[in-house]
C-alpha cells in the first residue's frame, strides 16, 4: 500500500513577513486561493485515501494543520516533539507506519512546492511505486529549463530500459552550483534539480537507515515499541532528542547507491523566494508582480505584495520586492532576497523586534 | 495691536502617507513630540496673549484645531466655507480683525513651518511690527545656505539705513530657480528665500486689495457687515464662493512696490518633502534616518518612517524614502518624492484606492 507523508516542519524565513514563526509559508496562499499545504494535500487526495496521509511536524504547529487540513484524519498528524532536520522526522513517520503496514511504501512529500498539473504528478508517484520495487529509494528529477543556482542537481547516469517511463541510475549528487556550473549542467543535458521529494519501501529506507544512521535505527525501533504503552510520550521525547539533526539527503541519500531517478513530466519550483513568485504569476506591463492593492509610479519589475486592507504604493522604485503584512513591512532588492535570512537574525537579536519574527 | 493670523488649511499632501486629507502636516508631529500646528502656537504663546492668536481653516479642519490647540479661543477659529487659496484666507482674517481694531497689525504665520529658535523668531516679528508702520507689507527673507530649487527668492535692493535690523526694500519676486540660477543667486548673496510669512496694517492691507483685488475687497466688507447679523453665514459663504482662488503673492505682493524685506536671524525651512526631513533628523552611521521600529541590513541614506507597533525592514536599499503608516505603505526614490503628488492624482482615480487618501 502507498503512504503519503507530507512533511510541513519548515521554517519557511525566505517569505518573511507573510511567513512567520508562527505561520510558515507552507500555510500560506502565495499563488492561489488555496495555501500551499492545502494545495499539496488536494493533489494527491482523494486519489490516495485520507486514512494513508499523514502530516509530521512539530507541535506549535498542529493546531494549524487540524485547521488547515480538515480531511486529515487527526491521529495521520504524526508530532516531532522538536525540529531535528529530515531524517528524523521521515524516521519517525517510517517506524509509525511501518508498525502496522511493514511491506508498505511510503512517498515523501514537501508541503511548500509548486506541482502541476495534478494529473502528471499523480502518474509519476505512480511509477515511482512500481520502481521502489527494484531500489531502496526513487527520486524525482526535474528537467531544468534555466541555469538555476538555487537547487541542488541530480547527475544521472544511463537509462534503465526495464521501463516504459523514463527512470535512470543516478551517478551522484550535486550540491547547489555556481552560475557557471549551472549553465554546464544544461547544457550537458544529464542534470535534473532535485525536488527533495522520494518514495521508497518502508523496509528498505528502515534498512539503508540500520546501516547508514544506526543510532538513528535504534532509537526509532525504541520509539516504535513503546507505541500505545504508557510511556509512549516520555520515550519518544528522550530518543528524538538524542537524534542527530541530519538531513535525509546527507545522512540516506548520499551514502547508498541504489537510487532510481524518474524525470518528471510535471512542472515543480520551491517557491524559495520572494523573487521566485514572478515565475507563477502574471506581471503587468511594465513588469511589476502585484498581490493586493498596489499604486504604482515610474517602477519596474517589482513584486508587490499587500495584505487585504491595506495599500502599497511605488514612486520611482524598480527591482525591489515590497511585502506589508499586518504591521511588517519588507523592502527588499530583489537581487539580495537571500539576505532575508541575515535580517531575521539581525532582529533575533534585538529584544525589541523579537515579536515581529 | 499686533493679531498673528495661522494659515492652517494647507492639504500637505507631499507627506503622504503619514499626512492625509483628514489629518494634513500641520497636525503632524515629523519632528518633535508636538505637532507642527502645535509648535507654531506655543512660538508665539504667551507672547502674544491668547486672544490675539487666530487660526485660519475650513470646516473639516475645526474639531482637529481645537483638539490640538486648547490654547486657542474658539471664536478665534476663522472657518473658511471652503479653500479658495490665501488672498480669500487673510482677506477674511483682516476683514474680520480690522473690524475690532482697524488701527491693528497682523501677522501671518505658516502652520506647518520649521522656526527656530524662538527668541530671534519673536525678535524678528517686533522689527516687522515697527517696519510695517512705513510699508504696505513687511515680509521675512531667509538667507539661504544651500542652492535651494524648492523655495521662491526674494531679490533684494539697498539695506534701509533707517532701521537697526536689516530691511531692504525688493527688488522683484522670483519663482523656484532653476539648479543653475539658484547657484548663481546663491554666490550673488543679493537673494533670500521667500518664507510666505508676513506682517502688515490691516487698513493699508485692505486698502492694496481695494486697489488689486477690488471684487475681493466688496466681498470682504459685504462680510464685515454681516457680522453679528442673522444672514452672516448666508452671506460669508455666497461671497466666498464668488472670490477667485489667488494667492496673496499673486494677488497683491507682485503688484506692489512698497514692501520691506527684514533678513532674518532665525532658521528656517517649509520641510516640504520626505527627504528635507533629512536636514532635521540624526542620520546613523550609513547615513540613514529613521523614525519607529526598523531593522536595516546592507542599506544607505534612506528615510524611514514607522508608525508605533509596527516594523520597517530594508535589505540592500539605498536612497529610497519608506513610511509605515497603518494601512498604507509608500516607496519613493528619494531623488523623485515630488512625484507623491503624481501618485495621489492617480489614486484619487481609483475610486477603490479614495479611502487611502
Redesign the interface.
Known sequence: MLHIVILAGGKGERFW?KSTRTKPKQFQALLSERTMIQETFARIHPDVPAERIYVVAGPTLRDLILEQLPGLERENLIVEPEGRNTAPAIGLAAARIGRVDPGGTMAVLSSDHVVEPRGAFLATLHDAVEAARDATVVIFGIPPDRPATEFGYIEVDRRMERYDFEAFSVRRFREKPSQEQARSFLEDGGFLWNSGMFVFRIEALLGAMAAHMPGLHGGLMKIRDAVDTPDEAVILAEEYARFEKTSIDYGIMEKISDIICLKVTYAWDDVGSWGALTRHLPADERGNVRQG?T?L??SDRNVVV?DD?????????SD?I?V?QG???????R???Q??K??LQ??AE?P??DR?L
Open positions: 513577513p492593492d499604486a509610479i515610474d499587500c486592507g491595506s495599500l502599497v504604493s511605488l514612486v520611482g522604485i525591489t515590497v506589508k504591521e511588517r513591512v519588507l523592502v527588499c532588492r537581487d539580495t532576497d539576505s532575508i541575515k535580517l539581525n532582529m534585538r525589541a523586534l515581529f
